[in-house]
């Protein structure tokens, strides 16, 4: 038997690959450690959960049940300390030291702080566990009113949150439009006014200077860099992640803003690989460096990882012979009449296009040398196949916008380099 194959994290991105490790290996040792208290659940499904749409049983997707009957020791409430890499060994917080072969990195990462007065103050949320989704539920069945900071996607999803829960609440953004890095202002526009029939107001070139709390340190008003003062007795923050690397400072694997790694998910440590949110990954597609917090993404990087880990550990197989990460991520919303989706990397690129076809129907490419890299669509997700093979296909497109455009696109319209 090889030596154990050890995971740091049991998100999406752990669990993907310790199920992939189970099904290349059936005899090889599989240990998940993660801090968190609960077993891998649905992230995505969080969000229906505290606005109340959804009881708990749909959300938890894995059981101890689930790592028994495939022979993974799963340990909870487990916080690792150090990772010796010469060693091979990590040791956590009860001084347990575990050996490993092969080891993954999937630890994501943690809410960003707002660096203002009181916001550790009882009553200011950050939602990224199901614990988090947990407590803000209970608060936002209470609270009257509200105020949510950070205009990007975590922050409409504990905006769409006080409006499920009847909280009023200001929607307080820096720029002049949501997610102003990947929608114009028309298109945000479609947004603004659905928040703002939900009870939400959007509030722009806004912010946070401090909160107000009473004297029991509990929330009461958000005050703005303008002066503006906004009753909150509910405060939701999403404003980034902070990568969780602390522990890997002192090991030497390469750091940029995240773990770096190659397009099989391996770190600049034969033995170490990394997966997740916290990769700053080869993308083969982009032709360069990139993250990407999605889901699907993670799980994609879960399971190329957990190939690659068995097929290194039992030889040395020619790069041609490992799995690649080659992925074209999707982010959708759920929270109005209308559907929502981005894909790629919509907010990079050196040229775009945009089209408004209904009050509620909307689209946007970005494009990099020509190619198309990204894009978000609003109202009918239907072209988002047909954009994700030209990404794929890295095909050179932004000539002929006015196709790409068309409310019923056609790629066969699009004519091939040697017909221009």
Not at 266 to 293: C, H, K, M, S, W
Not at 317 to 331: K, T
Not at 340 to 354: M, Q, V
């Amino acid at each position: 038997m090889t030596e154990a194959y050890v995971i740091i994290g049991d998100g999406i991105a752990g669990s993907s690959a310790a199920e992939t490790i189970r099904q290349e290996q059936p005899d090889a040792e599989v240990i998940v450690v993660t801090d968190e208290g609960e077993a891998l659940y649905n992230r995505i499904l969080t969000k229906e959960f505290a606005k109340g749409k959804l009881p708990e049983a749909p959300i938890s997707i894995h059981d101890g049940s689930w790592y028994d009957e495939r022979d993974i020791t799963l340990k909870l409430n487990t916080l690792v300390t150090s990772i010796d890499r010469e060693a091979k060994e990590i040791v956590t917080h009860e001084g347990e030291t575990i050996e490993y072969g092969k080891l993954l990195l999937a630890t994501g990462g943690t809410p960003t702080q707002l660096p203002v007065e009181n916001s550790d103050a009882e009553g200011i949320h950050h939602f990224w566990t199901f614990q988090d989704a947990r407590n803000i539920r209970d608060h936002a069945e209470q609270a009257e009113t509200g105020a949510v900071i950070g205009a990007g996607l975590l922050g409409i999803d504990l905006a769409a949150i006080c409006a499920a829960q009847g909280v009023e609440a200001n929607y307080l953004m820096r720029g002049n439009a949501w997610w102003r890095y990947a929608l114009s202002e028309q298109g945000a526009d479609i947004i603004h006014q659905a928040l703002d029939e939900r009870g939400v107001t959007p509030v722009f070139q806004s912010g946070v200077d401090h909160f107000e709390t009473d004297e029991n340190g509990k929330v009461v008003a958000t005050v703005d860099p303008n002066g503006e003062r906004y009753e909150s007795d509910f405060v939701g923050i999403a404003i980034g992640l902070d990568f969780n690397t602390e522990l890997l400072v002192e090991t030497g694997l390469e750091l940029d803003d995240g773990i770096v790694v190659d397009q099989y998910m391996r770190t600049n440590d034969p033995d170490v690989y990394a997966a997740g949110d916290i990769t700053r990954f080869y993308d083969v597609i982009l032709e360069e460096y990139a993250q990407n917090g999605a889901w699907g993404s993670a799980k994609q990087q879960g399971m190329v990882a957990g190939k690659n880990m068995v097929k290194e550990a039992n030889g040395e197989p020619a790069e041609d012979d490992l799995e690649e990460f080659r992925w074209v991520s999707s982010y959708s919303i759920t929270h109005f009449d209308f559907p929502f989706l981005s894909f790629g990397h919509p907010t990079i690129g050196d040229d775009e296009a945009e089209m408004k076809y209904s009050d509620t129907e909307w689209r946007r490419l970005a494009f990099k040398d020509g190619k198309i890299v990204g894009g978000v669509l609003i109202g009918d997700l239907s072209p988002q196949g047909k954009y994700k093979k030209l990404i794929r296909e890295q095909t050179v497109v932004a000539d002929q916008k006015d196709i790409l455009l068309e409310k019923m696109f056609e790629p066969e319209k699009l004519a091939t380099p040697t017909e221009q």
